[in-house]
């Protein structure tokens, strides 16, 4: 069975800092998504990774995969307010998305 | 705004009833996904359909059942309801059979109170 494990799941930072969310998985796959859901809402597609050595940017945003590790990152840069929201990664197995269970991340002043 | 809708938002009902969730795909998407998430069990997969035809099940109950029809809407429907199964119920929608090489997109969600 497929784990995905996310570390922190609980983030609060201030603005202007920088920080990353950790996405370990437990079987091979080359293909990882990081999604972002706000409050109440739901699952917005931030980024699609679907090789080895995958980087991908968007805004102050980062996310990269290493299959080999089984690992990918997303790295916060400067952090504002708006980033303040939960963040999955989600490792796909063959058939479906596995997600890990999350990193709220509140950015505070 | 994804493209996926699903109706209703929201749904109140008593233990032991039947309810039906409603999904349309984004416009050209053959798979339909749909997914539960609950505060205790996260976001789990529950069964996939690609063109009509299911693909794949994950942790569905016995209990719940999926159709996917011609103009490729999607129904998922949820019987002999428990407490335990209130949650927010998302599809999501692919162009491929599995999501290999894009993202699946999202639905707003139907958010299931059972009573």
């Known amino acids: 069975e497929l784990k995905v494990e996310q570390n922190p799941l609980f983030l609060s930072m201030q603005e202007g800092k920088n920080y990353t969310i950790y996405c370990n998985y437990s079987?091979?796959?080359?293909?990882l998504y990081w999604y972002r859901q706000d409050p109440g809402k739901s699952l917005e597609s931030l980024f699609v990774l679907l090789s080895n050595g995958a980087v991908k940017q968007e805004g102050r945003l980062m996310a990269s995969l290493d299959t080999k590790a089984r690992l990918s990152t997303l790295h916060i840069t400067a952090a504002v307010h708006d980033l303040s929201a939960t963040y999955f990664c989600?490792?796909?197995?063959?058939?479906?998305?596995?997600f890990g269970k999350g990193t709220s991340l509140l950015v505070t002043p | 705004d994804s493209g996926v809708t699903q109706t209703p938002k929201h749904l109140i009902t008593a233990t032991g009833q039947r309810v039906t969730l409603r999904c349309s795909p984004r416009s050209g998407d053959l798979s339909v996904y749909w997914y539960q998430q609950s505060l205790d069990q996260g976001l789990q997969f529950l069964i996939q359909?690609?063109?009509?035809?299911?693909?794949a099940k994950g942790n569905i109950l016995e209990r719940f059942s999926a159709q996917q029809f011609p103009d490729l809407h999607s129904e998922l429907n949820l019987s002999s309801l428990e407490l335990g199964d209130s949650a927010l119920y998302f599809c999501a929608s692919s162009v491929d059979s599995g999501g290999n090489f894009g993202a699946q997109y999202f639905g707003p969600g139907t958010r299931l109170l059972v009573l």
């Open positions: 359909y690609y063109n009509g035809e299911e693909r």
């Open positions: 989600a490792v796909y197995s063959g058939y479906a998305l596995n």
């Open positions: 079987t091979t796959s080359d293909r």
